[in-house]
Structure formats: C-alpha cells, structure tokens
C-alpha cells in the first residue's frame, strides 16, 4: 500500500461484488462528479476519489504502483480519468479489467479541446471551480506569498479565466478574490455541467455495452446452440460498442432482427421526449404501425405477445428513458418464435445501451461545434473588448489633460482678475464711486462661484478614472461626520435632523462621504425658506418604498438609503433632467449652485454598480434614493 509521510493512503477502493464499474476521478471534480451521479442515479457505478497528484507530485509513483497491482484483481471494473499520468497511457490497453483516460489537461472532462487551446494562445492560466476553493492552500504548498505569487503569474500570464460548471454559488466571489491577488484579469466561461456529464455517461455507457459483449459471451459458452444465430448476436454487439450516429445503430438493428428471425413484418419507432415517429418497416399495410404506436404510447410493460401470438412487441427502454420500440411478426421459422423471443428481450437491453450511448455521442459532436461557435464569439468579443479598452485610455487620457486644463488654464486667469480687483479695493478705495465698488464685489462674488464651479468639474471629472478602494463601510460614521461638518448652519437655522440606524455596504469611503455630502448639502439648501425644516436620513425595505421601483437592479435588492426633506421639491415632469450636469430646476438668485452637485452623486453611485432616483413634489420636499450591489 502506497504510503505518505510514512502513513497508509487509503485510495477508497474497498472489495465489491461483480458487475460494479469504480469511476476515479480527481477530487477536484468531486462535486461535479456526485451531481452527475445524483441526476443519472447509477446503481452499479460507484464514484471514487483519488487526491490531486498535480499539486503533490510525490504521489504520483505511488498511485501508478498502486494503479498497476489493482488491475490484476479480476472480479472489479475500474476507469481512471485524469491528466496527470501520460506515462499510464502506454500501459492502459494491457489493463483487462480495468482502463485510463489520458488526456492533455484535465480540463478537457469539462470543456473542448479548442476552447482549452484557444485559452492557452490567450496566455490564460485555467481555473476550474474545485481547485479555486482552496487556491491559498495551493499558493502555500508552492510557497508562494503575494509577492512571489504575483511575480510568478506575471511571467507569461495575461489573465485568469474560470470554466465555472455552475455548481459553487461562491467561484465568482472566489474569482475576484484570486485576481485581486494577483492584480490580475479574470474571466468566467459558464461551461455547465453537460461536457462533464457526457463525459461520465459515456464510459457507463460504454462499460454497459461491454458487460453485455461479455454476458453473451458467456451465454454462447454455456448453451453452445445456434453458432450461427449467437455468432450473429455477438457480432452486432461488437459493432455497436463502436461510436456510430443513431441512424447507423437503428440500420445495425434492424438487419440483425432481419437476418436473425426472417420476420414478415417489421416495424421500428424512434422515441424521443415522449414522441414516436416511424423510423424503419418492412411489409406493413395490415395497421402494424398504428397497433405498435398504440402498444407503445400505453406503457404497460416492456415486451408482449401480438394477438394469436403471430408477433411481439418490444419496448427499447435505459435508464428509465424509452428510446424506441420494435414489433415483429410473422416469422419464416414460426416454430422457433419462442426461442426469438426470449433472446429479442435480452437484445433489447443491448440494442438500448446502444441508441443511448449514439446519442450521447451526438450531443458531444453539437457541444464540440457550439463550444467551436462560442469560442469563435468569444475571439470577436475580445477583439472588440481590446478595441473599446483601448477607445476608453485614449478617452480617460483625454479626460485626465482636460481636468489639468481645466485646474491651471482657467484658474491662472481668474487669480489674475481677483489679485487686480483687490489691488483696486485697496489702494483706490477712497477715489472709487459707489457704482465701481458694487462691480468690485461683483466680480469677487463671480470668481468665488466660478471657483465652486471648477472644483465641482473637477470632482466630476476625476470620479470617471478614479481606482475604487472597495471595503466594508459603516455609514453611520461617514453620515456623522458630514452632520458635523454642517453642524453651525444646523444649530443656526435649528433644522430638525432625523437620523436612522442604516446598514453598512462595500464601496469606496471617499465616494461614498461625497455622496452623503452633497445630498445632505442639497436638503439643507432647498429648506432654508422653511421656518421649520426637517431632514431624514435612513434606509427602507424595499416593502416600504412609495410608489414602488419600476426597473430593478441586476442585482439582488434588499432595500435602499434615503436622504429626505420638507424643502423647495421639485416637479417630477423634470425628474429626467434632474441628474444631468448644469440642469437647474430652481432660480439661481433664490438658491445657489452650478447644477452639477447631483450629476456627481450620479457618476459616483453607477461607478459603484448602483442606482440612484429621485421622488418629490413642488412645494413639499424631495426625496433621493440610493441602491448599492
């Protein structure tokens, strides 16, 4: 028994009866495995586990070792599907009982050959959901920190990319996690489980067919009758352990039941998802084709006698899924049709296995062209992808000179006008007209508000390109600390602020404090011709928003934050404008502003994935509702 650090490994290979396939499959494909088990139910295939010799290569000479002992034992069935041991191939075909599934990478039980190929000419390093689950261990067993690990996958790596079967809710999260790490790219290609399912069904399948070969065999042995007739039935068997389409199984079929019993009438019907078509006869015109429909829609049983028993019916059934149905009659040697038959209803079982396994086959060669197709979609995608990548750097380059442009060519003037206009306050203040002074203070007022106005476009611009340093957030802090930050207009004016306890959320503190801020500074604002005005800050279940929200989220949506007030509202005929940079719904000379403090609440809610909306009526308060993912 091979032997780990000086401990037994139990490779999970305890005795079973006869006629038991053992299926090995790396454990990292475990759960893919035991769902494709769970859906097909096998009785006599059991799912065993052998450890991830790619990741502990000193395992690797013992289960080869352990691999060539246990295929002497004659009494068990054992397939071995991995790509870890391109060495086992050449020996795997002097392996009687038992046989290995080489492939180039494991990844192909999963996906195409192509798709696998077109990931690798991407320099993209294949992640499947089972190793992703513990993908810090396996830095830890290479001994890779972060910076040793970010450095190895850089040499060559262009990004990370997930063939997610569907099964681990947690792989995307997981995903992200890992590209972080590495400051790496991800991509998810949502392969499903079917490859994989395919994959397994057909080695069953294939084991079936091949138990079938041998119980014949070993019925020709026993009985020694009719060389001819079993020399026939073996060599049908044999040909059909061959990957042959449906058409040629059914065509395999029908000339075995025709040279074997010389029937005067036959009749074959193709089932698929519970409808039947006619697909092969022979003499019929007496209503043989509907009374074989009939028999075969009432599932009453798997095989009968025709009336005056001139026939029978059969009925092509594995898995529990009806393939098709057979009826026969009218036999040159009617004295032997008991003797055909007893040996059609062992057929039927073999003639099943066939027809599944060919379809099985079919749907491999339609997800090999569409895995082809998408993949072909995919290159166009990522062509497209590098295209606008490259469009937005010119554009964020772009945005980036305008905001210096903007910091420096258009301030230097308005510093030169202020610095002049307070020379002129000062020095000729006693020689000024009244008129001349009030235009002083004009153009004092105007610079100051054109000041406002460049760093809000500058706040704007720059949340366009700006990294996210996502993290947990407790609002409530970042809610007290703007409060405080208005806290002298507050007292002055004596706003009643209500505060609820609101939850935390992932996003970036400073974007999310501008957020806050701005709302916060909009309410106390649009309620100062109020005597008594009132501003609510809270969260609300999404039972409790009014009127309700028309278009949800892409993400799940528990509830939303609120920044409410009693103040000037709005009309919501102008809701659509009321987000767009330099809109106005209000006079400037009663409330001051540029028209851009809400377009920066927009742009820094969407750069988190979220949404933000507005309710309110003119004269009566607004309220503004925000959802974050």
């Known amino acids: 028994m091979p032997h780990k650090n000086g401990v037994p490994i139990h490779w999970k290979t305890t005795k079973t009866m006869p006629e038991i396939l053992k299926l090995m499959v790396c454990k990292v494909y475990n759960n893919e495995a035991r769902e494709v088990f769970r859906l097909h139910g096998w009785k006599d295939v059991e799912l065993h586990l052998f450890p991830q010799v790619c990741q502990q290569p000193h395992l690797r000479d013992q289960f080869i070792k352990f691999f060539k002992d246990y295929h002497q034992n004659p009494r068990d069935n054992m397939v071995v599907m991995a790509g870890c041991f391109p060495e086992l191939e050449m020996h795997s075909a002097a392996f009687e009982h038992n046989c290995l599934r080489c492939f180039d990478q494991c990844f192909n039980m999963v996906t195409s050959g192509s798709m696998i190929d077109w990931l690798m000419q991407q320099n993209s390093y294949i992640l499947t959901p089972g190793w992703l689950e513990e993908w810090r261990r396996h830095l830890e067993q290479w001994g890779l920190d972060q910076s040793t690990a970010h450095d190895f996958f850089h040499e060559g790596i262009r990004q990370l990319a997930l063939l997610d ?85 059914i065509e395999e079929i029908v000339s075995f039941f025709t040279m074997m019993f010389s029937p005067g009438t036959l009749v074959y019907a193709r089932a698929v998802n519970g409808e039947w078509r006619v697909r092969s006869s022979l003499n019929t015109g007496g209503g043989e084709t509907e009374d074989l429909l009939a028999w075969a829609r009432q599932q009453t049983g798997n095989y009968a006698w025709s009336p005056a028993e001139k026939g029978f019916f059969l009925r092509l059934i594995h898995q529990d899924e009806t ?246 509202g709005f009309d919501m005929v102008y809701q659509e404008k009321l987000f767009g940079i330099f809109q106005r719904l209000h006079n400037r000379d009663d409330y001051e502003g540029n028209g851009v403090g809400l377009a920066i609440v927009q742009r820094a809610v969407v750069r988190h994935g979220g949404m933000v909306w507005a309710r309110g009526q003119l004269g009566q308060g607004a309220t503004f509702y925000i959802s974050l993912p």
């Open 165 to 249: 079967t569907g099964l681990n809710p947690s792989s995307l999260t997981q995903m992200e996690e890992f590209g972080n790490y590495l400051d790496l790219p991800t991509q998810i290609l949502p392969v499903g489980l079917d490859y994989f399912d395919l994959f397994l069904s057909r080695e069953v399948s294939e084991w079936k067919l091949k138990q079938a070969r041998k119980q014949v065999e070993a019925a020709q042995a026993a009985t020694n009758r009719e060389n001819a007739d079993s020399a026939m039935a073996f060599d049908l068997i044999t040909r059909l352990t061959h990957s042959l389409s449906e058409d040629e199984t």
């Open 323 to 568: 393939v098709g149905a057979l009826f026969l009659s009218d036999f040159k040697l009617s004295q032997y049709k008991h003797q055909y038959f007893s040996l059609s209803i062992y057929m039927a079982q073999v003639c099943s296995m066939a027809i599944y396994n060919a379809r099985i086959n079919q749907k491999l060669l339609e997800t090999e062209k569409l895995t082809i197709e998408q993949k072909d979609k995919l290159s166009a995608l990522l062509t497209r992808v590098q295209a606008n990548a490259a469009d937005l750097e010119e554009a964020l380059n772009d945005q980036k000179a305008f905001s210096y442009s903007i910091s420096h060519d258009l301030r230097g003037p308005l510093r030169v006008i202020g610095s002049y206009s307070t020379v002129l306050q000062l020095e000729y203040a006693d020689t000024l007209p009244p008129e001349a002074k009030q235009l002083l203070e004009r153009i004092h007022t105007n610079i100051a508000r054109m000041n406002r106005l460049i760093d809000d476009l500058l706040t704007l611009s720059k949340i366009g390109y700006k990294t996210l340093d996502k993290e947990s957030i407790d609002l409530n802090k970042i809610m007290a600390i703007v409060l405080d930050d208005f806290q002298d207009e507050i007292l002055q004016r004596k706003i009643e602020v209500i505060t609820h306890d609101i939850p935390p959320c992932r996003g970036d503190p400073s974007l999310l404090r501008q957020i806050l801020e701005n709302l916060i500074s909009n309410a106390i604002k649009f309620t100062r011709k109020r005597k008594k005005a009132l501003i609510e800050i809270g969260y609300q279940s999404l039972d409790h928003i009014v009127p309700p929200l028309e278009n949800m989220p892409p993400y799940e949506l528990k509830g939303v934050y609120f920044v409410k007030d009693n103040g000037a």
